[in-house]
């Protein structure tokens, strides 16, 4: 019978390439995915602040028309007073419908949540 000549070192040296091949592969796969997770959290965190000032918009555009062109104010200082008064009635006794017809500060605060022993 007739033995093979096998050279044990080319066949690990060929394995070793082939282990530093993938390692960088591995590597390189490693900084693209990173680089996708930074362009994930920019983008979501644009899409956060258009939300904010989305909704800020619209809380300035409902100050104005439901308190400040109706009121017709004559002095700064009691436009400074008047603004003052609604936007604490606003936060404390307005019902809002996105929030389940509740006012902000009881949502926010959790009263709405302590008097009906709801846990979240």
């Known amino acids: 019978m007739q033995h093979l000549a096998f050279d044990k070192s080319k066949v690990v040296k060929k394995y070793k390439q082939k282990i530093n091949a993938l390692k960088k592969d591995k590597e390189k796969l490693a900084k693209k995915l990173g680089e996708v997770m930074v362009e994930r959290d920019w983008a979501v965190g644009k899409l956060k602040s258009l939300d904010l000032l989305t909704k800020v918009e619209r809380f300035f555009r409902t100050l104005k028309y439901e308190h400040i062109y109706p009121s017709g104010y004559a002095t700064i200082k009691e436009a400074k007073e008047g603004i ?37």
């Open 84 to 120: 003052s008064k609604y936007i604490n009635t606003y936060n404390t006794s307005r019902l809002h419908s996105a929030i389940g017809y509740r006012a902000p500060d009881e949502a926010y605060n959790g009263k709405y949540y302590q008097q009906n022993k709801i846990t979240s």
